[in-house]
């Protein structure tokens, strides 16, 4: 009985202490304490049927004996000589030993009541710091990643090469740059082009590389260092597999910057030079939207001139 008591006097302590403790440790060890505060208390909740047991035992042995004992005071009275005052005292002692019994049994139920309730007051507090601990771990492991991200982003921004290999071979470097071109990646192509041409200035595809390279700015609407790549490409390879594609796309540049009279050279030289190419058809069709444009520029001068 004695050591029931000690047990529950401890665990009644127990919310008291955590309340310091809890907001000091994670949510893992929290969660092992309450787990071990609950196996503390199925020990004292078996111990306390256990003797809430041997107590209604002891209490029917109890009513036995006060049973037994009137039976005796009513047939022995005489003979024994003692006063029923004396077997009434006795009974009076059984009764309050039987009622101060069951006040203990009742007294520790209330007790362990209020140790549950305790408990998973405990509980639920620790279930939500644990919960406040990993949402806090979650936004700060975001934080990170976005953090990570952002300087990945911005040392991209200043070398967009920066995490890229380069092949040794030859092809293999000439198909990751125009790889990069093809997924839209047009200054980190640029740049590997030109590193391209650097280590291999000559050869079976440095024509193409010095090509992509216009193709490049011209994918940036940069229609003036477009043109300008274009004709290097002409110059430096006049005979390549490059030179007419070129030299139509050199029309195109001055035609995307309005300058039609500039464009149809070339339009008309392509079309003469190469009549079986495929893209005859739309350097044609690009001759007449130029010429097209020409004359609406001369009606719009002239009227200009009449209203002056």
């Given amino acids: 009985m004695t050591r029931l008591r000690v047990g529950l006097l401890c665990l009644m302590l127990l919310p008291g202490l955590s309340a310091c403790w809890v907001r000091k440790e994670s949510g893992e060890r929290m969660q092992a304490d309450i787990v ?5 208390l199925e020990v004292i909740k ?3 049927h256990k003797e809430k047991a041997d107590l209604k035992a002891r209490l029917l042995e109890a009513d036995k004996q006060i049973a037994e004992l009137s039976l005796i005071i009513g047939k022995h009275r005489k003979a ?3 006063n029923a005052a004396d077997f009434g005292v006795e009974i009076e002692q059984l009764k309050g030993q039987l009622m101060q019994m069951r006040g203990d049994v009742e007294v520790n139920q209330h007790r362990l009541g209020i140790i549950e309730n305790r408990l998973s007051i405990i509980h639920s507090d620790l279930v939500s710091q644990k919960a406040s601990v990993v949402q806090r771990e979650e936004d700060l492991a975001k934080h990170r990643e976005e953090e990570l991200r952002r300087k990945a982003e911005e040392e991209a921004s200043k070398d967009p090469l920066a995490a ?13 740059a125009h790889g ?3 997924s839209g990646q047009t200054e980190a192509a640029r740049r590997l082009f030109e590193e391209f041409l650097e280590k291999w200035p000559k050869g079976s595809y440095s024509d193409n590389a010095m090509y992509w390279i216009a193709e490049s700015h011209y994918a940036e609407k940069k229609f003036r260092d477009a043109a300008l790549a274009f004709q290097r490409v002409r110059k430096a390879f006049p005979r390549g597999d490059k030179a007419p594609d070129a030299l139509l796309k050199l029309g195109y540049c001055f035609f ?5 009279r500039e464009a149809l050279p070339f339009l008309r030289d392509f079309v003469q030079s190469y009549p079986r190419s495929p893209l005859v058809a739309k350097a044609k069709k690009r001759i007449r939207e130029a010429e097209r444009a020409l004359r609406k520029k001369k009606k719009k001068k002239s009227k200009k001139k009449r209203n002056r």
Wanted: glycine share 4%; hydrophobic share 40%.
């Fill in 36 to 40: 071990s505060l609950q196996a503390q």
């Fill in 46 to 48: 078996k111990a306390h």
């Fill in 180 to 182: 990069l071109l093809e």
């Fill in 164 to 176: 890229i290999k380069r092949p040794k071979k030859k092809e293999a470097f000439y198909k990751l």
């Fill in 80 to 82: 024994s000589g003692r």
């Fill in 256 to 260: 995307a910057m309005d300058m039609y």
